[in-house]
């Protein structure tokens, strides 16, 4: 940029002396114009990093619609802005927008329509299923697995699930993926939310293809074998995986050898829920997902093995590109390791990316960039945009988004006369381990706090001892045991590999149980995950000096979280329970229910709304608080003390309506009972129509009800109850 001319010499640059010291208001507003002119130019170049972004908008605009759209309006509108921007001009930036974002929801409404599959509506009670098995997920306790179905006693062929994913708590069990099965199940629809506003895995469990789940009462019963020649490559790599998690566990008993497994295989279940919380409180819980760590290690040790060893070989290094044939290798062994983890949504976007980096290599193209981010991010929202709503997809792209764009600005700063000793290599090496784990966990913890409600505190320590024996020991033999197994003798490489994890898990478990190593608050609004998204973005992805302006989304969503005012009851999605946020007689703020033993997963989600720990304490029966009998029980709700009632008998009806602000009725109630209740009044067939429902009680006592329909729409995924 050329700011000075012959005439206008540019000053010394002392210590108050600057571009615009000593300059005419004129002069500093030409200067002006041209910094801002060449931030303009620096961030259009960067345009194309935004793409992705708008594609997610899209996508995003769709599915947060509470109807089917037609899908010509979005086809319209993504032609008309791609003619927009065959023009250029000052609106061609807007205009490729608008064709992104177009296409990113005609993207999502194409993989509705093309994956769509009958759901159930009802429960089925046992019935005899018979079905191809897809797949398996095993522990000690039970085997979960998913089957396509062939037909299931009571439903016409037409309206059948195209999968259904039944758990198994028997012993018994000698199908295997590919073979077709028989099995008598209770069947029910897919689960809705279980508060309004909760996570819907029903709209996971539609892009799965799965339209019911249920508990098997018998043993799968094998009709056909799917060893035949005709055995899909889908069960031949199940059964690969399959075999390969059952001998890591074989060789290496414990919670070690379990954490290898779902690390090479993708298989999670063998691994106790008190390891799993450990990983987590400690910070160590990205170590079971197959992300852009696992296939950088994999690929990235494949990449220099070969290459140090071609290179050793003196005619080889002179006469071949030696360099590329091990990028070749490694892309090859990335693919390997994508389809044997199962292929989730961090391996999908950690292979594209890898992918794109040895491609790069073999192209002479510079590897590692945010617009390889960009293009994987492009590339997984528009082949199954689903992939948005997932918290793998969103942890993993923030975080590799934010290392990429902290390294850039840290490389362009790094000092040419950099000491490369031993001691200075060691000291960078620890160093760019912890910005690393600082980085990643500043770019994690709202998508964190937003799907989990906890963020662990102390995940700087865990990671930096965790870490260099991750890379150093414990990839590195798993690596070894993979190319050993063929020939048999791979079963030591897997007792030394989960050794080194047993290593880690003694840290994560040290580390948990430090006090407050974890931070947990309530829900947090959509509003402020969508600033720091946003924020965040425009941090990294702009290459002018106001991208610091990104920082301003940190108070703002601060201020959205404080105002934020959590639901004092919620009632469960088929009408039989609630719970209700109720001070204890010794002065804390607990959850209490109607029956606390039914419905334990909702009671956790409603824990969790709320900001309380949900394994710290049972949840208390509602007994206990309020003042119940065998009809039901009344109590007040909320600091202003509104009397809610809590009914399980007709006979009540009449008395609670008349002496309470708020009933709750767990069965349906009658036309001519509903207009004489002058109470607010939520039933079980209101519950049935509109989903799980939630109350807050306002400063001034007014009761604010919200439903998961008020969420959900009337979409593919949430069944005939919301129509």
Known sequence: MTVETASDPAPARGARDGPLFGRSPARILFLARQYLADWADADLKRLSLWAPVAIALGAGAYFGLKSEPPPAPALMVMIAAMFAAAWPGRLRPAALAVMFAALGFAAADFRTAQIAAPQLWRDLGIVETTGRLIAVEQSPERRRFVIAVHSIDGVDRDQLPARARITWRGKGFDAAPGDVISIRAGLSPPPPPAAPGAFDYARQLYFERIGAVGFAVTAPAVISSGDAPGGTFAARMERLRIGLFNRITAAAPGEGGAILAAIVTGKRDA??????????????????????????????????????????????????PVKKWAAAAALTAGLFYLVLSG???????????TGIMFAAILVDRRALSLRNVAIAAAFILLTTPEALFHPGFQMSFAAVTALIGAYEWASRRARPDRSFAWAARLKSYAVGLAFTDVIAALATAPYALFHFNRVAIYSLPANMAAMPLMGLWIAPMAIIALALAPLGLDGWAWRASAGGMDFILAIASGVAAWPGAVSITAQWPLAAMLALTFGGLWLCLSAAPWRLAGLAAIPAAMIMVAHMRQPDLFIAADGLNAGVVAVTPEGEETLIAFNERRGKFAAQIWKETVGFEPLAAPTIPMLNIYDCDAGGCVGALGESGVRAAFIRTRARLAEDCARAELVVAFFPVSGADWRVCKAVLIDRRAVWRRGAHSVRVSESGALIVHTAREFRGARPWTGDADQ
Do not use: C, K, Q
């Open 271 to 320: 691994i106790a829920e008190e390891t799993e919380n450990a990983l987590r409180d400690a910070g160590l819980a990205h170590l079971l997902a197959i992300s852009g760590l696992h296939m950088g290690l994999a690929t990235g040790i494949v990449f220099f093995v070969i290459r140090f060893a071609m290179a050793a070989i003196e005619p080889a290094a002179l006469r071949y």
């Open 343 to 353: 292929g989730g949504w961090s391996a999908r976007r950690a292979f594209v990316m």
